[in-house]
């Protein structure tokens, strides 16, 4: 499946468990040797500490690494859920937390994300910083803004996002030592008409076509510095647009996109441990 050209194998372990190991991760996410994908995720029974949730959603990047959100595969998982149950709502637990998302559309899905959280030891960073001013030491995060959607994010804003060397300086940010748990690295330019340009390079996975929760971040940072109103904000991604909206009433983060499916199989034994 794929939210706007991020794409994910999407594995249904509810009534087959999968021993599903780094190795096992990085072998399914081979664009050459395996399936291929952004993020490797997992349709588990939920958890006893996700009241509410019809399943739980387990999240590899590309590099095998577990990871704690991800926008774009829990709209998809969203989508799988509700078509399955028949209903216009679900609600999913995840690392980051409970999600609730909705149907917004034949193959629109809107995902409450949450709150989003701005202080240093949420991102988390290494040490007490100002995550509205942070500089990380490398151009053109010299001025940046950290938020974490779950999932930790840094964003830089630019005068043009098309003409920055992402494939250069993420790999350096991502692993800055700054952020201890890695980083997902964003770069936005705020448009005259008032949408965000943002491209992204994931923690674990490099550039991408598109990142769910760094669009939420890229929003909530550029609210927080006040370049667009606080309300709903289109962000354009390489893939396409997603619609971003952090709401007052509560501080929750409200993710709203397109979700596509591009094939279904089955994993060859061969593959498999």
């Known amino acids: 499946m794929h939210g ?4 994910f194998v999407v594995i249904d372990t509810r009534a087959r468990p999968l021993a599903l190991t780094t190795a096992l991760a990085l072998r399914i996410a081979d664009r050459r040797e395996g399936v291929g994908c952004d993020q490797l995720v997992t349709i588990e029974p939920p958890r006893p500490e996700d009241p509410g949730s019809v399943a739980f959603m387990g999240i590899r990047n590309a590099d095998g690494c577990v990871v704690e959100a991800c926008g774009n595969a829990t709209r998809c998982v969203a989508h799988l859920l509700m078509e399955e149950a028949g209903t216009d709502t679900v609600t999913i637990g995840t690392l980051a937390g409970v999600v609730v998302a909705n149907r917004a559309g034949a193959d629109e899905v809107r995902v409450d994300m949450g709150p989003a959280r701005i202080g240093w030891d949420q991102i988390p960073l ?3 910083r100002d995550t509205l001013h942070l500089d990380v030491g490398i151009a053109p995060f010299t001025d940046a803004v950290a938020v974490s959607m779950g999932n930790p994010h840094v964003v830089a804003f630019v005068c043009d996002a098309e003409a920055q060397g992402l494939a250069v300086f993420g790999p350096s940010v991502e692993r800055h030592a700054l952020f201890p748990a890695r980083v997902n690295v964003e770069i936005v330019t705020v448009r005259e008409d008032g949408r965000l340009r943002m491209r992204v390079w994931e923690r674990g996975s490099g550039i991408t076509r598109a990142c769910g929760t760094g669009a939420c971040a890229a929003a909530v940072a550029a609210m927080r510095r006040e370049l667009v109103p606080r309300g709903p904000v289109t962000v354009l991604l390489d893939g396409g647009p997603l ?4 709401r007052v009433a509560d501080d929750h ?4 996109g397109p979700v596509a499916t591009a094939f279904t199989g089955v994993l060859d034994g061969g593959l498999l441990p």
Do not use: F, P, S, Y
């Open 253 to 256: 983060v409200l993710m709203t």
């Open 4 to 7: 706007l050209g991020n794409d």
């Open 126 to 128: 290494a040490e007490a």
């Open 243 to 246: 619609t971003i909206d952090w």
